[in-house]
């Protein structure tokens, strides 16, 4: 399959991803990319092109998804894909904090590279700026995880017998501690900011209630 439909593959998965759908782009990366540096049946620079086109196209349809739709449709449609009130919450804080920063780094963290096109679009972000940090976050996160893994899996292709199987074994586990430990942090970064975002939302929430009628 990879090797009749690979660049396809990877372009799709990416960028429905981008859009908002929980599905495995990341990992879709890694594997086609440990194939074409082990085998050779695919092209390390079109995995990346696919890859990081399928990024950019993804977040923009999301962007105009939720400027479209607005914070209202999400609010009311947005748990059916996983978008909870927690996450949108937590979405409009980060956007008001840090914008374009959270368009790029997004990429690179899990719960938000699912959601942040849409809520890039439904909090009212500028589209130029959107656009430049999103081509940099895809530019970035797609090519690096791509050509970082082929080289990974070109060194494995060098040494055959018992010291290939090892280094393949050792590279493997490599990248899972890796992932493992964008998880940790991943989440207690995520929970410390959606800490700020209630107690944010609560102060506004008094500061209206203040405001003479």
């Known amino acids: ?25 990341e990992s879709v990366i890694i594997a086609a990319s440990l194939y074409a540096g082990s085998t050779h ?10 890859a990081v086109l399928g990024a950019i196209m993804g977040d923009n349809i999301g962007y105009l998804i939720g400027h479209h739709f ?3 449709i999400l609010k ?12 949108l919450m937590l979405g409009r804080y980060l956007f008001r904090k840090h914008g374009g920063i959270v368009v790029f780094l997004g990429r690179f963290i899990a719960v938000l590279r699912v959601f942040v096109a849409l809520l890039a679009g439904a909090n009212r972000m500028p589209w130029h700026s959107f656009l430049f ?15 970082v893994t082929y080289e990974l899996g070109k060194q494995i292709e060098k040494i055959s017998g018992p010291a290939g199987i090892a280094m393949a074994i050792v590279g493997v586990a490599c990248l899972i501690g ?27 929430e008094a500061r209206t209630d203040k405001k003479p009628s």
């Open 178 to 204: 890796a992932l493992i430990f964008l998880k940790k942090n991943e989440k207690r970064l995520t929970d410390e900011a959606l800490k700020q975002a209630q107690a944010d939302e609560l102060r506004d």
């Open 41 to 50: 049946h695919l092209e390390i620079r079109w995995i990346a092109l696919a």
């Open 70 to 72: 607005g914070y209202g």
């Open 1 to 25: 399959m990879l090797v009749h439909y690979g660049y396809g593959v990877v372009g799709i998965i990416v960028m429905f991803e981008s859009m908002g759908l929980p599905l495995p782009a």
């Open 133 to 147: 940090f999103n081509a940099l976050g895809g530019i970035c996160w797609a090519g690096g995880y791509a050509f």
């Open 76 to 87: 009311k449609h947005g748990h059916k894909v996983g978008m909870t009130e927690e996450r």
